[in-house]
């Protein structure tokens, strides 16, 4: 007997053009796709680039990171879940000294404790999938 799956998106634009869902449940476990600053449409919180699209100011590394967190929360919840719920987390950052500054105060807010109960790996890289993206945010979830 074959497994229910059951997929949760946002319905943004970048999904139907790249060909991905925010989150895949599969027996009990979700799997998030990387969660970025987005409200809709909206990136929240974009960082400053200068012509070439290279980021001038990592100053919003927080406000992107409690974004990605809520977005989280949100698809989550589809799932009948909480934060509480995650177990395993990837944050990808541009700059890693800006985001290690932030993820400390950052994420002991999101999961609403001092001791955050997850597995957590941070990696730098050059560049998300927008120039103004600073943080995106992967998770996988026990149910």
């Given amino acids: 007997m074959a497994e229910k799956v059951q997929v ?3 319905g943004v634009d970048w999904e139907k053009n790249y060909g991905y869902v925010q989150a895949v449940r599969s027996g009990d476990t979700v799997h998030l796709s990387g969660q970025v600053a987005h409200d809709g449409p909206n990136l929240v919180a974009p960082a400053p680039v200068d012509d070439s699209g290279k980021v001038t100011d990592f100053g919003n590394t927080a406000a992107q990171m409690r974004q990605c967190y809520k977005n989280a ?3 989550l919840a589809r799932f009948g879940a909480t934060l509480d719920d995650v177990v ?7 700059d ?3 985001a290690d500054a932030a993820a400390g105060e ?3 807010e999101a999961y609403g404790r001092p001791d955050p109960q997850v597995a957590s790996t ?3 890289t050059p560049r998300l999938a927008f120039p103004e993206l600073l943080v995106e945010i992967k998770l996988v979830a026990r149910l």
Avoid at 88 to 94: C, F, N, P
């Fill in 96 to 98: 890693a000294d800006a």
């Fill in 73 to 75: 929360a949100t698809l």
């Fill in 122 to 124: 941070m990696i730098g």
């Fill in 88 to 94: 395993d987390e990837v944050l990808y950052v541009v």
């Fill in 8 to 10: 949760e998106s946002f």
């Fill in 106 to 108: 950052v994420r002991k």
